[in-house]
């Protein structure tokens, strides 16, 4: 909800310099519009190291000259006036609440930037960046263009007019070095700093587009060992786009205080719209552009379209999302044990396979349950639980069963294989769960040996811990790369459980992508011998294949298949005694 970032605007200004005063980088992305203002705002990934939670966002918003003029339509050549400029600044500060630096370009002659100061501090912005070139600048990452540095006595005195008219001590500005980029030395760079820390600038910011880090490096220790000598330590920035494979680490040991990631989100941005239009031209129509689309809804909970936001909030965690078991076929494994009867009326400790299922899920408020039956369905009976039949139940799978049920899925449902048996906090945890589709895996197969003769489900997670790497396993990271039984075990991280839960948009791509499959395609497909075989996890893993993002919940233990005789005897062991 963006009104939740209204801030008075000396209350922000004041921000950048409160994180400077800790020991560690101040991280800074850029935005270009009030839309990627709010994601630079709000980007947040959460996780853990040595059972530490560990927690990273963006300390700080860069409103960028080339990215502001970019995505106007013109190029990075001081062509948009100072008031266009000003107006994207207020429409990011309106949805944000994070310090705000900006990209004054030249700052244009000293009377301008002295009008720059005035409006920026006054409408909230914590520091202004003006590079030492003469007006008008051309982009700094151009190849083959002519770069002409101002006279620093000259910068210099813009500094120091700038800083004069500044009517808080919070407001900074900072001087941007443009000598590597126009070809000069270091010397050059180091020869101008001490005239513009001298003329009052706040800090510094070195810029260079070589991918070898090494005259950055130079410069920082250097920049160092003059502030130290003249007793003036301030603030050392750099711009990591051409240079990025430094890590932030690495940029804080050789002194830098504020990292910028200058042109991340536009650039993103317009190669995920080229892609966009070159698919709906390819394909004349825009159903295939859906996976590398953010769903409309997810616009308006990022905007704060507030009905919007609160009626998918309830569809999403409504305490009585419907429920679909698919229990249509017949077990041949078992047939012995069942005499006839549907699996789901097998009796385990008292009760029926279907009524421990149903039991758990109106201990977690969930009534509205969908049982699809088909082998002996007359013979199907739980209290609480409507039944759907799929005649055909042997020319298919349980995925063609779960389909039938397909009024039930519009606005989300939770599907749960019918020869599971699973502990009540795993339906509580799912019930929380906020993204689109998520499978509930478990994880004892990275401990144990897979069992032997039985089928399972594998899942191969998109982010495989490898143990050479830092150990942060990071909670955004849930993402399946695989999903299938005929997985190679020993890659497999999870096992898939049989319990599954879809948002309104979650069950929208589901469907979608299930009638385009039997409609398009025929013979094998993924793992099914036959497309008339098509299994849920098939159908998932061609989603993934599609773009769609698939999301899991990593349990440890607490659930049951019910699959062979010695299933049985355990769950009667452990249901006996609960």
């Known amino acids: ?38 994601i630079a705002n709000n980007a947040r990934v959460e996780g853990q190291t040595n059972e530490v939670p560990v927690q990273r966002e963006f300390d700080a918003i860069w409103e960028s000259s080339l990215t502001d003029s970019a995505s106007k339509g013109h190029p990075d050549i001081e062509v948009i006036s100072f008031d266009s400029r000003l107006q994207s600044i207020n429409e990011i500060l309106a949805v944000t609440h994070k310090p705000m630096i900006v990209d004054g370009d030249t700052g244009g002659d000293a009377n301008s930037f002295e009008y720059m100061v005035t409006k920026l501090e006054r409408a909230g912005v914590s520091a202004v960046i003006i590079e030492d070139k003469v007006f008008p600048k051309r982009n700094s990452l151009e190849s083959g263009v002519q ?22 001590d919070d407001f900074m500005v900072i001087a941007r070095l443009e000598s590597l980029i126009a070809g000069e030395s270091v010397d050059d760079a180091i020869y101008r700093v001490q005239i513009y820390l001298e003329a009052g600038a706040d800090g510094v910011m070195i810029h260079s587009k070589e991918k070898d880090p090494a005259q950055i490096m130079e410069f920082a220790k250097r920049y160092h060992e003059i502030t130290k000598k003249i007793s003036c330590k301030k603030t050392l920035v750099c711009v990591p786009t051409t240079y990025n494979t430094l890590t932030e680490d690495e940029l804080c040991a050789a002194g830098f205080r504020i990292v910028i990631y200058a042109n991340h989100l536009l650039r993103s941005a317009n190669k995920a719209m080229e892609e966009t239009a070159r698919t709906i031209l390819l394909n004349q129509r825009s159903f295939e552009t859906d996976p590398i689309c953010s769903p409309v809804r997810e616009i308006f909970k990022t905007v704060g379209f507030l009905d919007v936001k609160e009626k998918d909030k309830l569809d999403e965690n409504s305490k009585n999302i419907p429920i679909i078991i698919p ?55 739980a209290e609480g639980t409507t039944f759907q039949e799929n005649k055909n139940y042997k020319g298919g799978s349980e995925l063609h069963s779960l389909m039938k049920a397909r009024k039930k899925m519009l606005k989300g449902f939770i599907m749960i294989y019918s020869d599971i048996l699973f502990e009540d906090h795993i339906m ?9 589709i998520i499978l509930v895996v478990d994880n004892t197969m990275q401990y144990h040996a897979p069992e032997a003769n039985k089928v399972q489900d594998f899942v191969i997670s998109k982010n495989k811990h ?9 909670s955004g990271e849930n993402i399946i790369s695989k999903i299938g039984s005929k997985l190679n075990s020993e890659t497999a991280t999870h096992e898939f459980i049989g319990l599954a839960k879809f948002t309104k948009t979650g069950s929208e791509q589901l469907i979608q992508s299930y009638e385009d499959c039997v409609k398009n395609y025929h013979g094998k497909f993924q793992e099914a011998d036959d497309i008339n075989q098509l299994k849920f996890t098939d159908l998932i893993q061609e989603m993934i294949d599609r773009g769609y993002i698939v999301n899991f919940l990593e349990i440890h233990k607490g659930w049951l298949e019910i699959h062979r005789a010695e299933d049985i005897d355990l769950a009667n062991h452990f249901l006996s005694n609960s």
């Open 1 to 38: 909800m963006t009104l939740l970032n209204n801030i008075l605007p000396e209350i922000r200004r004041s921000k950048l310099k409160t994180l400077l005063k800790r020991d560690q980088i101040v991280r800074v992305l850029e935005a270009h519009n009030g839309l990627s203002g709010i």
């Open 147 to 168: 770069q002409i540095l101002q006279e620093p006595e000259v910068f210099a005195q813009k500094i120091h007019r700038g800083k004069s008219v500044q009517i808080s």
């Open 327 to 381: 229990a249509a076929g017949e077990d041949p494994l078992l047939s012995s044990i069942l005499n006839g009867k549907p699996k789901s009326m097998l009796k385990i400790a008292g009760k029926t396979l279907l009524d421990w299922q149903v039991n758990t899920l109106n201990k977690n408020n969930l009534t509205n349950i969908t049982v699809i039956t088909g082998y002996k369905s007359s013979q199907m009976k």
């Open 428 to 436: 509580a945890e799912i019930l929380t769960s906020q993204e689109d």
């Open 466 to 474: 490898q143990p050479t790497r830092r150990k942060i396993s990071f």
